[in-house]
């Protein structure tokens, strides 16, 4: 996808030097100045270089599922404060008030039901801009009764993961959400309900250590940071050096952590083709 020049741009602005505010944007990838539409009408991609930007988690339900059919569930389930926990004047449920306000979410992921290409799933997807998309007591218990659902329903579960990790606000309590939603997987594996998951920038922590890595079908978009630990952390405790590009997606796929990198321009034919392969009723 071409971009506008700046002198074409001028001139499309009856020959006005100035720029507007928030017409360009530089990609952290390439480092060059981007056209802001192109960008957004390329599904948040820089037509450039390729680079995927993070997005919110309606985004990516409204470039994945058929228009108009996604349905949202278990909305009321919601985080409370069992530790007390404050870091300054700050309590945790301040700050995770303050994670609504910013992100327009109650929680760090979304589940319902959705069709793709005509195909029922249940879906779930996490969000970034929501404390990081860190997984507490109500992200592991949404992800829990989404897999339920799957299994009641008889229908495909895919998820879209991106996580920070366990919410270290709720000590022990977010780390047991790892069990938690790892039993989940496997009584959707008893039950005989595929289960795909994508993988995006950032999957990490215990998010990635638990229900994000065990889809019977594991898809990634180019170039997402996916691992447990840290480059630093991992190199400080083990005393070796890491290579280079150790936790993107095309190190992980070519050592077999992953079954696919799909561009997000591809990822929703991608899926629907999965869905016809594994619920072809």
């Not at 301040?94 to 029922?120: C, Y």
Request: charged share 20%; proline share 3%; net charge negative.
């Amino acid at each position: 996808m071409a971009l506008f020049e700046r002198s074409k741009f001028a001139r499309l602005m009856g020959g006005k030097k100035k720029v507007p505010d928030g017409v360009w944007m530089k990609c952290p990838a390439c480092n060059q100045a981007v056209y802001r539409v192109e960008v957004e009408s390329n599904q948040e991609v820089c037509p450039l270089c390729n680079h995927h930007f993070r997005i919110a988690a309606h985004s990516r339900i409204e470039y994945l599922v058929d228009e108009g059919t996604f349905v949202e569930t278990h909305a009321n389930i919601a985080s409370t404060d069992p530790l007390q926990f404050k870091v300054g004047k700050e309590t945790y449920t301040e700050r995770v008030e303050r994670a609504k306000g910013a992100s327009g979410l109650d929680e760090a992921i979304i589940t319902g039901f959705a069709h793709i290409d005509g195909h029922r799933l249940c879906l779930a997807a996490m969000d970034a801009n929501f404390i990081m998309a860190s997984m507490g007591s109500a992200v592991g218990e949404r992800f829990h009764r989404a897999a339920m659902d799957a299994i009641e329903e008889r229908v495909c579960m895919v998820c879209i993961a991106a996580s920070g990790g366990a919410r270290m606000q709720e000590g022990i309590l977010a780390l047991m959400q790892m069990a938690k939603t790892a039993d989940a997987v496997r009584q959707m594996n008893e039950a005989g309900i595929p289960y795909i998951t994508i993988l995006t920038d950032a999957t990490t922590g215990g998010v990635y250590a638990s229900f994000a890595s065990l889809g019977d079908i594991t898809l990634a978009e180019p170039q997402a940071n996916i691992g447990f630990a840290g480059k630093r952390l991992i190199e400080g405790a083990l005393k070796v050096k890491i290579p280079e590009g150790f936790q993107t997606s095309e190190y992980q796929f070519n050592n077999g952590f992953i079954d696919k990198i799909v561009p997000r321009s591809e990822m929703r034919e991608t899926v629907a083709k999965l869905l016809s392969y594994l619920t072809p009723a």
